[in-house]
């Protein structure tokens, strides 16, 4: 197995580009970090800030120095002995001139020899689109955008051809225009400034293979599968072998050169048949790597998906890949730093502030519902159609009319509690049968609550439903109706994914502000926190299945950083004393917000944990520039929460009055940052959590890099990371201050625990990462290859302790982890004393003869054996975590 030993994921774009990433391989090398995970270097759309907007499968960027960037990358950290992970996108292109499969669809329709590589729906049940593609980019409706001259025929010089432009550029097809030898007299008999020109300029539009629309009219008219809600990236029907060849040409020919030692697969459940794609694409990198002549052609790749795992489900063993890209191992990590007993006081606190008794459960249902009705009616009616064609074949369903039938799929689909089914054999049908049975459970519910009276022909269509959504065809079935229940149970593959996500990332965790570092990509809102023994089942659980996942707690995608989020898990320790602080403030801000309407208090509760969660450590209350800084990034991030939270203003028609009194709001805050203001309190309260937030990030930090699986380190944060959601979090690294903290801090044992500068600067936390990263190549076997062991812990602490071991096959390498958990206030320096806060806890270890004598890697010392076990006092005296290591030979 070539397992990565640590990984860096590096956001490259046109403001760093690959050779900016070259010029930091000497800085990632010294502190330990063995391959750069790399954001797509495709060719993208052009100022594309993350690459996922791909325009060209077999071409890098040259935005970001094109092939002999990436090569040049590549020799210097082979070099080094470092290699490269590379994020790739086989499910979705961009929809722009540039993408010439995309443009050669639009030009050609059917007729095109890429008409079957994206997902369209050439006979679309609306007759206005059938054989014809929606183009939803208009600005607004149809007739006001042709009235106003906001589309037009163009003559690209490029091509040599005329085109539309009209919020993007389209082709011409070929012998629809009615063309002049003169461009100008041709451009001036389609000129939209006179009512003439207007005329056949629609007429040249109603000939074309696409239908310009304005771009809301997506939710309910889309015909072609995008990835989520985004109109401008189209899917890929990747699992076509054709396609498959074309989308990885590039990427096959960098692992079969040794350029690349894997890939990252991005939104893997856009996919139509995951688990075949991911055993194609391990089958085709080996077949490039032996005939390739790729260097050390015997190693495996290594193949990481993007993927949520709801709370109970597992990663299908099937697909043959190493393991996901870490939101699982980040909602572990969250949830064990939270303290269990404050959900139920915090909880109904936000209730009340938010105006919401509804449990959470039925608040998400809620979302999905809104996102079904509102943002993918489309393919919800794509997938009622097919349902709507079984019932009429189907003796038993044939009373189902589609009314009926959308009474029982709705509900369905708001209780349906993972992204999606595979339609795989085995293992994977069983689970895909489980959780198709909770949903309709769950459905039937949703919708009896909802009932005023029986409903027999909803009863009858439910059963239908969750018969044939449920259930593969069997050899017995007539051939139309199995080829039509197939094509039900695809649609909803292809809803479901779109569905979960947006309701529950992009909707519910902007509305629920119970606690916002517990509203995080991959995070459960059923998890609120880990007790040790339920963080131990789940480690060891990833240790036998994909012991080589990766280990993420910080992503280009995440809502909050690591240490914002680290900070506000301290306020479960101290629930009703901030609780207090909160009420109050709230009340003092709605007195201080003079506009109307004034702002919610769900909304101003939610800027609170923000301006306390993420304010940063060294940010003076009397800096009105930096003040000034900051809130601005909180500006941003409340304008993006309110608009997808969809309460009090959304995307599709944003309520500008109530996003400029929260506007105003923030900028009598400004004014506010003397001790007595809103915003001095919100500051004091900040500095209080600072410390022991920072305590959190260590145990984080430490428990990322030492659990089964391989770690990754998100650009930047290997310092303190108070970043918000993008792009705050997406903000350029300073790697010069990066650079100089590394070269001035050796050793750990440098450090001085009683030095605040070495806290809030980040040293510390840039020492641990580095100091492990070291421990990693030291025992290889211990902590790349070793089993996770879970440790006793005896004693009044035990519940705050989490310890484990990781140890070589053989025994001849052990690392011993212990770690505090929810109780960083008193651990903090300046709480209590280790002896007052431990007493006599013990970490115990293994009855073993054979463990080898073990050190503190931190602290140098040798902890005494004290009845079988080692104590908690004693190891955690000097810092707030301890890594014992040990090795034989």
Request: charged share 25%; with cysteine.
């Amino acid at each position: 197995m070539s397992a990565p030993r640590a990984t860096v994921r590096l956001q490259l774009h046109g403001g760093f580009t690959l050779n900016d990433a070259l010029s930091q391989v000497d800085y990632y090398s010294e502190l330990g970090i063995s391959h750069l995970y790399l954001s797509p270097v495709s060719r993208a759309r052009a100022g594309s800030t993350h690459g996922y907007d791909v325009t060209d499968h077999a071409r890098v960027n040259p935005e970001l120095g094109g092939e002999p960037a990436l090569r040049a990358l590549a020799a210097a950290l082979h070099e080094r002995g470092m290699g490269i992970l590379l994020d790739i996108v086989p499910n979705h292109m961009a929809t722009h001139w540039d993408n010439a499969w995309w443009r050669d669809v639009l030009a050609h329709g059917r007729a095109s020899p890429y008409a079957q590589w994206f997902d369209i729906d050439w006979q679309c049940a609306d007759p206005w689109l059938r054989g014809r593609v929606l183009a939803p980019t208009l600005g607004r409706p149809y007739g006001e955008s042709l009235e106003a001259g906001e589309i037009r025929l163009a003559w690209d010089e490029a091509t040599q051809a005329y085109c539309i432009e009209a919020g993007g550029r389209y082709p011409v097809a070929p012998g629809t225009l009615r063309a002049q030898a003169d461009p100008a007299q041709t451009l001036q008999a389609y000129d939209s400034a006179t009512e003439a020109g207007r005329r056949a300029l629609h007429g040249l539009l109603q000939r074309q293979h696409y239908r310009l629309a304005w771009w809301p009219t997506a939710a309910e008219q889309i015909n072609w599968r995008r990835f989520f809600e985004i109109s401008d990236l189209v899917g890929v029907r990747v699992e076509r072998p054709a396609v498959f060849a074309a989308v990885h040409a590039l990427t096959l020919r960098l692992y079969a050169e040794g350029i690349i030692d894997g890939v990252r697969v991005d939104h893997i459940d856009g996919l139509a048949e995951p688990g075949a794609y991911c055993r194609r694409l391990r089958a085709a990198l080996r077949r490039a790597a032996t005939t390739g002549g790729r260097r050390g052609a015997k190693a495996e790749p290594y193949i990481v998906v993007e993927k949520i795992l709801a709370e109970d489900e597992a990663l299908p063993a099937a697909w043959q890949v190493d393991g996901t890209t870490g939101y699982d191992f980040m909602e572990e990590a969250g949830a064990l730093l939270h303290a269990a007993p404050a959900q139920d006081v915090l909880q109904r606190a936000w209730q009340r502030i938010g105006a919401d008794p509804r449990p959470p459960a039925v608040q998400l249902e809620d979302a999905r519902r809104l996102m079904l009705a509102r943002h993918f009616a489309a393919e919800s009616d794509a997938l009622l159609r097919v349902l709507a064609r079984l019932a009429r074949l189907d003796p038993a369903a044939r009373d189902c009319a589609p009314p009926s039938l959308q009474r029982a799929l709705v509900p369905w689909l708001m209780a349906f509690p993972v992204y999606r089914t595979y339609g795989e054999p085995g293992a994977v049908a069983q689970a895909d049968l489980a959780w198709c049975r909770a949903a309709d459970r769950r459905g039937r519910e949703i919708a009896h609550a909802e009932r005023a009276e029986p409903d027999p022909v909803g009863e009858l269509a439910a059963d239908c439903v969750a018969r044939w959504l449920a259930e593969p065809p069997g050899p017995e079935d007539p051939s139309e109706p199995a080829r039509l229940r197939r094509r039900a149970q695809a649609r909803l593959r292809q809803l479901t994914p779109p569905l979960a996500a947006k309701a529950l990332e992009d909707t519910y965790f902007y509305r629920n502000g119970t606690l916002l570092s517990r509203n995080e990509v991959g995070a459960s809102p059923q998890c609120f926190a880990l007790d040790p023994p339920a963080l131990h089942e789940r480690l060891a659980r990833r240790a036998r299945s994909h012991p080589h996942a990766m280990l993420a707690t910080a992503t280009h995608d995440h809502k909050r950083g690591e240490d914002v989020r680290a900070r506000l898990a301290v306020l479960t320790e101290i629930p009703q004393e901030w609780l207090g602080f909160a009420d109050d403030w709230i009340g003092r801000a709605a007195r201080l917000a003079d506009a109307q309407p004034a702002p919610h208090g769900a909304d101003l509760y939610m800027l609170l944990q923000t301006l306390v969660g993420a304010w940063p450590p060294e940010l003076d209350p009397r800096d009105d520039a930096g003040v000034a800084q900051f809130l601005d990034r909180v500006g941003t991030w409340q304008l993006k929460a309110l608009r997808e939270g969809k309460l009090r203003s959304n995307w599709l028609a944003p309520d500008e009055a109530y996003e400029a009194a929260c506007d105003a709001l923030r900028d009598a805050l400004r004014a506010q940052a003397h001790p007595e203001g809103l915003l001095g309190q919100a500051a004091a309260f900040a500095q209080r959590l600072c410390l022991p937030g920072m305590v959190n990030g260590l145990v984080q930090t430490a428990l990322r890099l030492t659990a089964p699986g391989v770690p990754d380190l998100y650009q930047g944060t290997e310092r303190w990371d108070y970043s918000l959601v993008d792009p705050d979090n997406r903000r350029p690294v300073d790697y010069a201050a990066r650079r100089a903290a590394l070269a001035n801090t050796a050793d750990f044992m440098q450090l001085d625990p009683a030095d605040a500068a070495c806290w809030r600067g980040g040293n510390i936390k840039q020492a641990l990462v580095r100091r492990l990263l070291t421990l990693r190549a030291e025992v290889p076997e211990a902590l790349r290859h070793g089993s996770y062991q879970p440790l006793a812990v005896e004693g009044p602490q035990a519940n705050h302790v989490l310890a484990y071991a990781r140890r070589a096959r053989q025994g001849e390498q052990v690392v011993v982890c212990v770690l505090p958990r929810a109780c960083a206030l008193r651990l903090a320096p300046g709480g209590d004393t280790p002896q007052a806060l431990w007493r006599d806890t013990r970490v115990m270890l293994p009855a073993d003869s054979t463990l080898p004598p073990l050190h503190d890697v931190l602290t140098q010392a040798a902890p005494a054996l004290d009845a079988g076990g080692l104590r908690v006092a004693e190891l955690l005296a000097r810092w707030p975590v301890a890594v014992l290591a040990g090795a034989r030979g």
